[in-house]
C-alpha cells in the first residue's frame, strides 16, 4: 500500500522559516511528479508547488521567491523550505504523488502550518 507522510509543520513568527518533508514509502518515486497543496479552514484546497521526475519545478505565484521544492530520490523524500513565512501561509500543507502517465494519485495526510506572531 503507498504511503506518503508529511513532517516538519508547526508553528513559525512571520519572517521565520520551516521545512516540511514528505516520505514516501511502496512506490516508484524517481518516476513520480510530487506536488505541494495547502488548504485553509474555509478554502478550497490549492495548488503550491510542483517537482517532476527530471527536477523540473513550478510554484503559486504567491510563494514564489519564497518556497523551494527538491526531492531525494535516494530518501524516497520530496521537502518543502519555506521561507520568509506569512500569516497567509497558515494552512494545512499536503504531499501529492502524481504518475505522470498514469492514472495513480496519492495524498499524505496533511502537516499542519501556523504563522503567527
Known amino acids: 500500500q503507498v504511503q506518503l507522510v508529511e513532517s516538519g509543520g508547526g508553528l513559525v513568527q512571520p519572517g521565520g522559516s520551516l521545512r516540511l518533508s514528505c516520505a514516501a514509502s511502496r512506490i516508484d518515486f524517481s518516476i513520480y511528479t510530487m506536488d505541494w497543496y495547502r488548504q485553509a479552514p474555509g478554502n478550497q484546497r490549492e495548488w503550491v508547488t510542483s517537482?517532476?521526475?527530471?527536477?523540473?519545478?513550478g510554484y503559486l505565484d504567491s510563494v514564489k521567491g519564497r518556497f523551494t521544492i527538491s526531492r531525494d530520490n535516494a530518501k524516497n523524500t520530496v521537502y518543502l523550505q519555506m521561507d520568509s513565512l506569512k500569516p497567509e501561509d497558515t494552512a494545512v500543507y499536503y504531499c501529492r504523488a502524481n504518475h505522470p502517465r498514469r492514472l495513480n494519485l496519492y495524498w499524505g495526510q496533511g502537516t499542519q502550518v501556523t504563522v503567527s506572531s
Open positions: 517537482i517532476n521526475s527530471d527536477g523540473n519545478t
